[in-house]
């Protein structure tokens, strides 16, 4: 038996001997097996419904709202992504993506946004093939920019909570890897044919996790912090009048 379980099994030991002597002296003080048998029977009896009440209910509900403590904190850690780096990310990988047109009125997100129209964004996103076109973005600027904040990707990987976001992990660790891959060649202007068709690949895997992570937390701002969700539309890198001074 491991050692940190022996405390459970001294304990329950412990404290079945407990109650035996607490049995004991009750018999002999009052000499009644019957009164001792009756609420011991009872007592015995209420298990279950005890075992109902505090496991598969109130532990639930305990559960659940620690879930939801843990949730809050974990957008938290997604806000920071896309106001620290995520966000201009997403600008430069939408920009290079030649099919962009076909879905980026869908993406500009109206403050009266209803649950079922982000559903329907959702849903024609997932439908896009994501692609990337070389000849319309710099790789050596990509390079600078995930270099840049190479550090801040480490530091959320080091965050626990991530690791409960799966898709948002997924994300993570695509960065990490595409980082790793532009870090390691000299000169990306000059590259064969084939190594710049695995950048690609690296690039828009990293670019079909981040527009669908970013949809996920505009409708999350959207229903529970409406000034974020306002400062995120001025910079809706899907739109290309997006400006954060307000005009009107």
Known sequence: MKKDNRWKLVAGFGLLILSLILYGIHYLIF???????????????FIPVEVLIVTLIIDQLLESREKQQRMEKLNM?????????????????????????????????????????????QANLASHTCSISGERFDREDLRKLLVNHEQFILRLLENPMVF??????????????????????????????????????????VYERLAPEWLKY??????????????????????????????E
């Open 77 to 121: 850690v997604i806000g920071t992504f896309f106001s620290e780096f995520g966000t201009p990310l997403l600008a430069v990988l939408s920009h290079a993506d030649p099919g962009i047109n076909k879905i980026q009125k869908d993406l500009v997100i109206g403050n009266v946004w209803n649950d079922g129209q982000f559903r329907n964004v």
């Open 218 to 247: 505009m409708e999350y701002l959207r229903n529970h912090y409406p000034y974020l969700f306002s400062l995120a539309m001025r910079k809706n890198p899907f739109d290309t009048s997006a400006s954060v001074v307000i005009r």
């Open 31 to 45: 000499q009644d097996a019957h009164h001792i048998f009756l609420y011991f029977i009872g007592d015995l009896a």
């Open 164 to 205: 409960e976001h799966e898709s948002f992990t997924d994300l993570i660790l695509a960065t990490s890897h595409l980082t790793e891959e532009l870090k390691a060649r000299d000169d990306l202007n000059r590259l064969p044919l084939a190594d710049l068709a695995h950048l690609n690949a690296d690039t828009v895997r």
